[in-house]
């Protein structure tokens, strides 16, 4: 359900709400919130609530460091597990200047203006996402350590799978937040987990990612262990991968699938550094499912990106680079933008790799570009692209490019 203003300044009264927090992220998707008391919710509304920006990642220094939090009232959302007595509620929020003016780095805003872009050219996306994770145990200090909470392999069972209880109590969490998780089961590495989600549109896809991170690591911590989102925790271990479904369709109804595919395959070396910013990133290309090659094709998980038999409503495309340290915001905006791109020039689908890219000889290989393969190519690609330089705020690309 959406609120408006009202209705939640009503909800926060009624229900005896005790604290709101102010949730936002920095330009490299980390959350972060405010908590205020519901006397100041009015004015959060209204104004703003002032904090200090200069300590967030991407956010300016000390000489301009005033930035305000404007909740998104459709975003309300209780928190579970909170007390019923005193409750708290969430709101995702928009980051502005003083003046009232758009803070640049918002890639919430980011996201935003995109759909409506998208919009204004009559397209509507849709977007999901399944986001793999390790759980590991704690020290006897409460630290994490790099023990897997389990050995269990694909889709293994109870008792091998002892992560069976701590997804359902996700899925059982996220679904009393009006999220609804597709399935979960247990991934390839040891102590690895993936929960699947359905189809929303790009903001409150995005939104989902950010809420289910956050979930995760609450109930992780609850039942004495660490949710770990890191590309690759583990060496010789597959690491984690952050798979995007995508979709597009025409005001008329029409399926632009292909051609978004097309626009994404033709810009995704400029997006990679977006997409896997962390070093550990491209230590996971190129084995246990994860792709380095830039190629397509029906089904195959070896392949950059698969689309699936499907027609109608469920009829996508699964991209498979991105892990789980990307910013959701930033990379659906950008697989937005270059998506359009293919839309508007009629891009082409090269040929479909239609064979095992992890079995194929060198010969065979040698035909595909590759994905960057360092952090340090990820930035080369980027920086030279006129594609980022229009798609994002020169701002955001400066924060990534560093180093």
């Not at 008792?159 to 390839?188: F, Q, V, Y």
């Not at 609850?222 to 479904?245: C, M, Q, T, V």
């Not at 962390?278 to 830039?294: L, N, V």
Request: aromatic share 10%.
């Amino acid at each position: 359900m959406k609120y408006t203003k009202e209705e939640v300044i009503q909800y926060v009264r009624e229900a005896e709400v005790a604290f709101i927090h102010l949730a936002f992220c920095d330009v490299f998707g980390r959350q972060k919130n405010i908590s205020i008391v519901p006397s100041e919710l009015p004015r959060a509304f209204e104004y703003g609530i002032a904090f200090d920006a200069s300590a967030i990642a991407g956010f300016g220094d000390e000489a301009r460091s005033d930035l305000l939090l404007r909740p998104d009232p459709e975003t309300l959302m209780l928190l579970p597990w909170r007390p019923e007595h005193g409750q708290v509620v969430r709101m995702f929020c928009s980051v502005v200047y003083p003046d009232g003016a758009p803070f640049e780095c918002d890639t919430r805003t980011l996201l935003r203006n995109t759909v409506t872009q998208a919009r204004e050219k009559r397209y509507s996306f849709l977007f999901g996402a399944e986001q793999e994770f390790y759980l590991f145990k704690l020290d006897e200090n409460g630290e994490p350590t790099k023990i897997p909470y389990d050995r269990a392999g694909y889709m293994d069972i109870a008792p091998d799978d002892k992560g069976e209880n701590i997804r359902r109590e996700i899925c059982l969490t996220l679904a009393r937040m009006g999220i609804s998780p597709e399935c979960s089961h247990h991934e390839e590495g040891p102590g690895q987990n993936e929960i699947d989600f359905r189809y929303s549109d790009p903001l409150t896809a995005a939104d989902n990612v950010m809420t289910f991170q956050a979930i995760v690591k609450f109930i992780a911590q609850r039942n004495g262990l660490y949710a770990d989102f890191s590309p690759k925790p583990l060496e010789g271990a597959p690491g984690s991968g952050f798979h995007i479904n995508m979709s597009v369709q025409g005001a008329d109804g029409k399926d632009h699938l292909l051609q978004m595919v097309a626009g994404v395959l033709d810009r995704v070396a400029d997006m990679t550094v977006f997409l896997n910013p962390a070093e550990e990133s491209y230590a996971r290309f190129g084995g246990h499912k994860a792709p380095r090659y830039i190629t397509w094709s029906q089904e195959n998980r070896s392949q950059l990106v698969r689309i699936p038999a499907a027609v109608g409503e469920y009829r996508r495309a699964e991209l498979r680079s991105p892990d789980p340290a990307a910013n959701p915001y930033l990379a659906f905006a950008l697989m937005i933008q270059a998506g359009l791109r293919g839309i508007e020039k009629g891009l082409k689908l090269p040929p479909a790799a239609d064979l095992n890219l992890y079995q194929a000889g060198p010969q065979t290989l040698a035909q595909f570009t590759t994905l960057p393969q360092s952090r340090e190519a990820a930035v080369r690609a980027a920086k030279f692209s006129q594609f980022i330089a229009q798609a994002i705020p020169e701002a955001v690309a400066v924060e990534y490019l560093k180093g």
